[in-house]
C-alpha cells in the first residue's frame, strides 16, 4: 500500500491543529459541526450537482484507490515481460497459454489473451490502445469530481462566514457573546479553504497521478504484448521495455539484468 497520500493529509491537519495549540487557541474551538457539516456536505452537493449520478456510484472505490493503492515498480512488469518473451521464443506463442492464467496484471493478461487467440497485431494495438484511452476518460472524471469539491468548498465556507455574521448582527445586544459568534462564523472560512487544500485538491492530483503511472504502464505492456506476438528476440524486447522507463527506474532494471548474468 503506497501511503503517502494518507500521511500528506493526516500531517497537514496535524501541522494546522499544531499551530492552533502553539498560537494559545484550542482545536475544539475550530472543530465546530454546523461549520463542517456546511462545507463538507455543501461541497459535496454542489459537486454533484455540477455532474452526473453515474460519476459519484465510484465514488468510494475512488477514495479508497486515492488512499491504499499500490504503485508498482516498472521493473517488475518489465521482468515479467521479458520472461514471458523468452518462453514465446523458445516454446512457441501457443506455449503462453497455461502461463497466461498465472499473471497477476489484468491488462497483461488481456492483451496476451489477444495475440494467443491469434489476433492480428494492427487489430490488437487498436483494441488495447482503445482501453488506454477509455480508462484515462474514466479517470479524469474520477479526478474531475474531486477537482470539483476543492473549487466549491472555499466559497461554500465564505457563505457559511456571511451566514455567521447576519448571526452576529441579529445579536448586537449581547456583547458577551460576539467574540464567539464572530470566531465560530469565521470557521466556515477556515475549513472551506482547509479542506479544499488539504484533503480534496490533493486527492485529485494523487487520482491523475496514479492515472497516469498506469497509463504508462500500459503503454509498456502494448509494446510487450506485440513483440511477443512478433516472435522478437528476448535481449531486444528488454532493451525496448527499458528505453520507456524512467532515466532511474531504467539503471535500475538494466543493473539488475546484469547482476541476474553474472549469477
Known sequence: MDISTIVGVVAGLVI??????LEGGSPASILLIPSMLLVFAGGFAAAMAGGVMKDWT?????????FTQKVTPPTELVDEVVKLAERARREG???????????????????L????DGTDPDELHDIL??????????????????ENMGGYAP???IVGTVMGLVHVLENLDKPDTLGHSIAAAFCATLWGVLSANLIWLPIASRLGRLSAVEA???ELVVDGVLAIQAGSNPRLVAQKLRSLLPPDEAKKAEAAANTKKAA
Open 58 to 66: 465510484g465514488v468510494g472505490t475512488q477514495l479508497t484507490r486515492a
Open 216 to 218: 504508462e504502464e500500459m
Open 16 to 21: 494546522v491543529f499544531t499551530v492552533q495549540i
Open 129 to 146: 490502445h482503445a482501453e488506454i484511452a477509455a480508462k484515462k476518460k474514466s479517470d479524469k472524471a474520477s479526478a474531475k469530481l474531486f
Open 93 to 111: 506463442l501457443l506455449a503462453l497459454e497455461d502461463a497466461v492464467k498465472t499473471v497477476e496484471h489484468p491488462f497483461l493478461k488481456r492483451g
Open 155 to 157: 466559497t461554500i465556507g
Open 113 to 116: 489473451q489477444l495475440a494467443i
